[in-house]
Each structure stands twice: as structure tokens, then as C-alpha cells.
């Protein structure tokens, strides 16, 4: 029986985020022919059946667009002299093998019915093979049977109808296409119960929440559509044979855990509110522990495991991670109705050191850091509002990561960036609050102003680097495009700070400098504060504490050191001095010979302001 495997593009740009497309401005006008031509950029890849789809909703001066089709080397010379600088230049074209063509150069044909005669194919292709180069590949053993241009260099190659691509040419001319080549086949009957079954694939991953969602709003036959319920060894079976073997792996189910169910095996429901009876587990499921191997990784701690996907190619099932994306759905149409899923949304995570709370917002399709900031200034938890996160000390940023998981922060966006007109690549970085730009954590190489790719979505055009994200699973830092797209972002949510601090002033060095003192001085600790309005902070209860704590010394291996050169003849105690500037005489032990310490500064409004120490 044929297998069913659609691609779902209208759904798919509303998951997968319409933002991750990229138009060029204006089409571009061959006088040879009359036609204009566009490059069309999706980031985060698209097949050739919905980029066909998507160029047959463009019109521009009065014609249609369709995927291009060329005809001539002369047309071929002006779309790569055009189009060969586009950040993404592997196109789509026009040009297709219906089914049953002999492979690998029968029956090739332009969507528009114009005449196969020029070609350009890249030596050695065709040659039906797929070696792998797409943004997403396609499922299962495949042909290769659609067209697609190397922008860069001119030439044409075969890619399979289900691999995903970065961008497509676009040409707006009088020609009518005919009807979809490939049009998908619809559901299959199962005689035994009278349902319907589908699978659909989702090549860039898609989460179960969003599955379901999009199941409930298909119909068939008058049927309504849900994530498929097995309910017998014969339905299995029956989905297996049908689905299992040119699919891609890991199809989402409507089986699921309510909030609060014992794991693993606790309390497991089906969406229709079927009985729950039949089951058919891998040997090592349910276990509750998530290991990888989903198009995208769920947030955090990656648990607890409570939905459920086929292994389509073996029929056994699996629990996972509700926010977890795999490959695609099955759906079953029947008569049932469903009832809503809900899941608690996880508290941000308080540091006591400081008193402030740490969230993570994942965007699997890609966001930028502008719309990141906006994003997390939208945001609020115990009265305060959010803010992309800050790291001012290496506590911090080890708290961050230590917390969410350096994998579910990687490439997440942080509130650092270099206002316009900085010098490259690391002059005047700065913190989006103003707080002072001290501690840093650059992965060894970076900054260097230099975007190499990686971003789910790339920026447009010849770019520099000025905004920053954490990269790699140290939690060091990076420096990337403000346009280019990344997996989330990091928000911190704290109280409106009354004063502002401009650091420590000399003798005392900033972080990550450590200063080098010795034990038993007298260091006098010198700061200014004022107010939002700049006015100096002259007020006494202005100050709270200045204590320190014990630190290992090879936490600072690496970092910079400052001789400490002046010390005070004074006893401990705090002086204004003028102008929002305020000292304070800090006595040390003659204990701290030979170690390491922290000092804190802690102002009324409850923010803390450390400085590094090694005592000799």
C-alpha cells in the first residue's frame, strides 16, 4: 500500500515562524525576455513543493510568479550574475521528473510546460543520489526528482522533493504551471474500525502541543481529525505498514501523562479518552529520561517525559518531552472529540546571591536580538519586569548555566552589545541596564566581528558583530549579528535598582581584574552613586555592608592582576567625600595571607557590587 508522507506548509511557516522567510527587495527585470526574477530566503529550509506553493501566491507588475525556469544559457548567465552575492544561494528551480521517470535523467520538465532543451547540470549530475547538504534532509531512502541551482557557481544538481532547502528563484511572467506534480495522497482507510490515518511530516521538528493543535484542525470525510490513539495490536500494525517505512522517525501520538502522574509508567491517557489498554513500549520505555536524538531539544533539564511517539519503523513506542520536536504526526479522523492538555509553565529560577530570577524562552524557528530584548521587556514575575539577562561575575554566569544546562542555553542571547560606531571587535561593550561592563567569559577567539555562520536564520547583507549570546557548553560568550536568528534568550528579572553605580574608582580594579593586596592593610574602597536623574547619592543609609567571602584562587587563573598601590592610614569606616563619591576603609585579616576573596558591596536599593582579591 503507498506509504502517506505530506509536507505541511501553511501550517508549518505558522509553527515554524513566517518570520524565518527573507525577501529580497525588488524583482529584478530581464530585458531579453520581459521577465522579472526574485531570490526568496528561508532560513530555516523549505522543500520544493512548498516553495512551488509559495511562488504561485506571488504577483508582481500584473504576472504570477512561479519557480524560475531557464531555458537558455543566457538566462542562466543573468539569474547567477544577479543572484550568486544572496546569502543563501542554493535555489530552487522549476524543473521536476514526474514519478516513474527513469532515473537519473528521464523525463525531466519545467512546471510551466516549456521545452527541456538547455541544461546546465554540475559534472556528475544528475545522479538520483543524495549526499546530504540540506538544511533539513529528507526521511526515509529517497530519489532525487526536483531542481535546484548553485547560486554561487551556476550549475544545477537533482535534490530529493522532501529535502529542505535555504531559497528559491522566483519568476513573474504570463506563464500558467500545470497542476502539482506531486500531489500528496489522502488518507488511508482502515476497513476494521472505518477511521482514516495520515502522517505528516514536519522535516524541521515540531512539538506535541503544536501537533495536536494542528491535527484538530484537519477533516476528512466529514471526520475530524486528532493525533492518532492505538487501541489494538491490528491498528499498530495497520499504521506501521503504512507509515513506518519511508517515514521519518519518531511520529508524535495522542497518548499523554496529566500533570502530577507518577513516573514513568503512571496514569497514561489518550486525548480521545479512549480506554487506556493496549500498549506496545520499546523495552527500555517508558523511562522518563529524556537522552536526546529530537530535532529540537526541550529547554532546561530536559524532563520529565510525558507524551508519546512511534518508532515508525519498528511500531514501538516511546515517552518524551512534551516540548520536544520530532519529525511529524499521525493522525486518525474519526468521531471522537478531545479534551484540552495543559502544562504548568516552570517558575524562573531565583540566585540568592543577588536576589534575582533566571528564566529561559526557547525559539526553535529563530529570533533575533532586537526582537529578544522586546520580547523579554514584555515580561514580568514577582512584580518586576524581565530584561535579557546581564552577567556581571563569574557566579552569575556559572549559576545561568549550572541552573538551565549549558546545551538548552548555547547560542541563547544575552543584554551585551556595542552601540553603533564602536571600534572592532571588542570596544565599548556594554550591559543593556548600564551596569558596568567588568566581568567577561569570551570563548578563546571571540569577539572578532567575524559571522561564520550557524544562526538558524542569517543576516542580510555583509554585517558586523554587536550584540551577545552564550556558545558552547562552557557558557562562554560570543559575539554575533543584532539581525541574525538564534535558538532563545536568557531573562533576568529583578527590582528597579534606586541608584546607579559607576564602579569602583583607584585603587580598587573592576572585575575580572584581581587585585593583589596585602593581608592586614587598610583598603580604602572607593565608589559613586546617584540617582536614575544623575543627581550625586549623599544619604548615609545609602550604604548597607561591605563584607567578603572565601574563594579558591585558581577560580581567577587567567585573569588579569593590578598591584593594589594605595592603602589608607585610617581605621575601618565609611566617608563622603563629595559629588556622590563615597570610601570606605576596609580592614583585612592578617588571616588572608596567602588566599583569595570576594569582596561585596551592598547598597540600600539591595544591589551588590564585587570586586576580586588574591592577599599576599
Known amino acids: 500500500m503507498k506509504k502517506t508522507l505530506v509536507t505541511c506548509l501553511a501550517f508549518g511557516l505558522l509553527v515554524l515562524g513566517v518570520a524565518g522567510m527573507r525577501q529580497a527587495s525588488t524583482p529584478v527585470l530581464w530585458t531579453a525576455n520581459g521577465h522579472y526574477y526574485d531570490a526568496v530566503a528561508f532560513p530555516s529550509g523549505i522543500t520544493w513543493d512548498d516553495a512551488r506553493t509559495y511562488a504561485e501566491t506571488l504577483t508582481y507588475n500584473g504576472f504570477n510568479g512561479h519557480l524560475a525556469t531557464i531555458t537558455s544559457a543566457e538566462e542562466n548567465a543573468f539569474i547567477f550574475n544577479t543572484f550568486k552575492d544572496s546569502a ?27 521545452t527541456w532543451s538547455y541544461t546546465n547540470w554540475s559534472p556528475g549530475e544528475p545522479n538520483n543520489t543524495y549526499s546530504g547538504g540540506g538544511i533539513f534532509a529528507p526521511p526515509g531512502t529517497v530519489s532525487e526528482e526536483v531542481l535546484e541551482l548553485y547560486g554561487g557557481i551556476g550549475v544545477w544538481n537533482d535534490v530529493p522533493l522532501l529535502s529542505g532547502w535555504g531559497a528559491l528563484l522566483v519568476e513573474y511572467d504570463e506563464y500558467e504551471t500545470i497542476p502539482d506534480p506531486f500531489p500528496p495522497p489522502g488518507p488511508v482507510l482502515w476497513t476494521a474500525n472505518g477511521h482514516y490515518y495520515e502522517a505528516k511530516a514536519f522535516p524541521s521538528g515540531i512539538t506535541w502541543d503544536a501537533a495536536k493543535t494542528y491535527a484538530e484542525t484537519l477533516t476528512h470525510e466529514g471526520l ?64 522518563d529520561e529524556y537522552s ?26 516511546n515517552d518524551v518531552p512534551h516540548n520536544s520536536g520530532w519529525g511529524g504526526l499521525i493522525i486518525e479522523y474519526d468521531e471522537y472529540e478531545t479534551i484540552p492538555v495543559t502544562w504548568p509553565e516552570p517558575e524562573p529560577a531565583l540566585w540568592t546571591e543577588n536576589g534575582h530570577y533566571y528564566d529561559v524562552k526557547p ?17 514580568s514575575y514577582n512584580g518586576w519586569t524581565g530584561h535579557l539577562a546581564t552577567i556581571t561575575s563569574m557566579e552569575e554566569n556559572a549559576f545561568i548555566v549550572d541552573t538551565f544546562g549549558a546545551s538548552a542555553v548555547n547560542r541563547y542571547f544575552l543584554g551585551g552589545f556595542q552601540p553603533e560606531g564602536s571600534s572592532e571587535p571588542d570596544g565599548n561593550w556594554q550591559w543593556i541596564t548600564g551596569e558596568i561592563w567588568s566581568y567577561i567569559n569570551w570563548k578563546p577567539g571571540e569577539p572578532n566581528n567575524t559571522y561564520s555562520g550557524g544562526a538558524i536564520f542569517a543576516p542580510p547583507g555583509t554585517v558586523s558583530e554587536e550584540v551577545l549570546h552564550f556558545y558552547g557548553g562552557l557558557g562562554q560568550w560570543n559575539d554575533v549579528p543584532r539581525l541574525s ?19 569602583f574608582e583607584q585603587p580598587v580594579e573592576n572585575q575580572p581584574t584581581v587585585n593583589y ?22 544619604d548615609t543609609s545609602s550604604f548597607e555592608s ?23 592610614a585610617g ?7 563629595g559629588d556622590g563619591h563615597w570610601q570606605f576603609n576596609w580592614k583585612t585579616a592578617k588571616g588572608f595571607v596567602g588566599k583569595c576573596r570576594i569582596m561585596v558591596l551592598k547598597l540600600a536599593d539591595g544591589s551588590e557590587h564585587k570586586a576580586y582579591f588574591s592577599f599576599k
Open 517 to 538: 593586596a596585602k593581608a592586614g592593610s587598610v583598603i580604602p574602597v572607593k565608589w559613586m552613586i546617584t540617582d536614575a536623574n544623575g543627581t550625586p547619592i549623599s
Open 292 to 317: 536526546g536524538g529530537a530535532i529540537i531539544h526541550p529547554p532546561g533539564t530536559w524532563g520529565p517525559e510525558e507524551v508519546l511517539h512511534l518508532w515508525a519503523n519498528n511500531g514501538t513506542w
Open 546 to 568: 561591605l563584607t567578603s567571602y572565601s574563594i579558591a584562587c585558581d577560580t581567577f587563573a587567567g585573569e588579569p592582576g593590578d598591584e593594589l598601590e594605595e592603602y589608607s
Open 363 to 379: 525559539f526553535p524557528e529563530g529570533i533575533t536580538w532586537d526582537d529578544a530584548k522586546a520580547y523579554a521587556e514584555t515580561l
Open 571 to 577: 581605621e575601618s569606616g565609611l566617608q563622603y567625600l
Open 485 to 503: 536568528g538564534w535558538g532563545g534568550l536568557v531573562v533576568e528579572y529583578e527590582p528597579q535598582q534606586a541608584y546607579s553605580f559607576y564602579g
Open 224 to 287: 475530524k481529525g486528532h493525533l492518532a490513539t492505538i487501541s489494538s495490536a491490528e491498528e499498530n500494525a495497520f499504521i506501521v505498514d503504512n507509515f513506518g517505512a519511508s517515514t521519518a522517525n519518531g511520529y508524535f501520538l495522542g497518548g499523554f501523562q496529566p500533570n502530577g502522574s507518577l513516573e514513568p509508567g503512571g496514569n497514561w491517557q489518550w486525548i480521545t479518552g479512549e480506554a487506556w489498554s493496549y500498549t506496545n513500549w520499546h523495552y527500555t520505555a517508558p523511562n
Open 88 to 114: 543563501y544561494n542554493i535555489f530552487f528551480l522549476g524543473g521536476f521528473q514526474p514519478k516513474g521517470s527513469a532515473e537519473p535523467d528521464g523525463g525531466w520538465q519545467w512546471i510551466t510546460g516549456e
